[in-house]
């Protein structure tokens, strides 16, 4: 009697933690060779209000620019800020020589337009990407400044299933103009077949079932269970809800976590996964916004 033996290694666990800490040594000795040329890359943070959350983003922002050696500068503006008050301040970060980031943290307050706040910013030092003029870049394929979180994604996936993502098909939930919009422009620029799928999608398991890669962005807690995985895939889960189970509070990504981990080849724990990544890429994207600006003043 012949009996089949399938083969079920362990699943990979992809650990963005150690990952970002590659990232920022790299970005590190970077920018070490930069100071020797004499040109200091320096990010300016904009906050506005008193968003719990967003503060603690800020304050790890500025803790990791001063490890790489980053000069950073922090502006507080206080809930009712008026909008021209924060356009002025980008104005005046636009025009200064050298500041070559400028990140204004989100969400505003509601009284103030984001868009036009993302769109005073200079394109060339837009690190979030998100700037129209990035945005169109990104999907023409051009070397522009591209959203961290997707950027480091990517970073994850060729990590784990090498440089050449070419034909795999790529399922991203979710389609915010923060993550899935971006993840799925850089992955079509990776050649990969790209599905998007959103609340309003019908079959949304169907689709998700033949995901080589799956990128779950979407803010549902554990919307994606193993029912939703195609054997083998990769799983890169971007969610980060605040949930409350057997009476204490937990972070949760937008996957089944334990039900996925008896399918996938590999995944990102949550947290521990994307999440560190993003604050490494901002740090590239603003070493990147730096070198940028130095080349064409150069001229
Ligand atoms: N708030 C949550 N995520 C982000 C981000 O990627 N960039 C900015 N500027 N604000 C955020």
Known sequence: MNIAIQEHSQPLIIDGKATAQTVLDEIKSEVQQMKAQGIEPCL????V??????????RNKVEKALYVGIRSLEYRMSADTEADTL????????ADATVHGILVQLPLPAHIDETAVLQRIHPLKDVDGFHSENVGGLSQGREVLTPCTPTGCIRLLKDTLGPD??????????RSNIVGKPMAALLLKESCTVSIVH???????????????LVAAVGRPKMIDASYLKPGAVVIDV????????GKNRLVGDVDYDDALSVVKAITPVPGGVGPMTIAYLMKNTLDAARMQANIFKK
């Open 87 to 94: 356009l002025q301040k980008i104005d005046e970060l636009n």
């Open 199 to 213: 609340s309003r999608t019908q079959n949304i398991r169907d689709i998700c079932k033949n995901a080589d890669i």
């Open 165 to 174: 993502l070419s034909g795999l098909h790529a399922v991203v939930v979710g």
């Open 44 to 47: 300016a943070v904009v906050l």
């Open 239 to 246: 969610g980060i809800n605040r949930i409350q189970e057997n």
């Open 49 to 58: 209000g008193d968003d719990p959350a967003s503060h603690v983003y800020v």
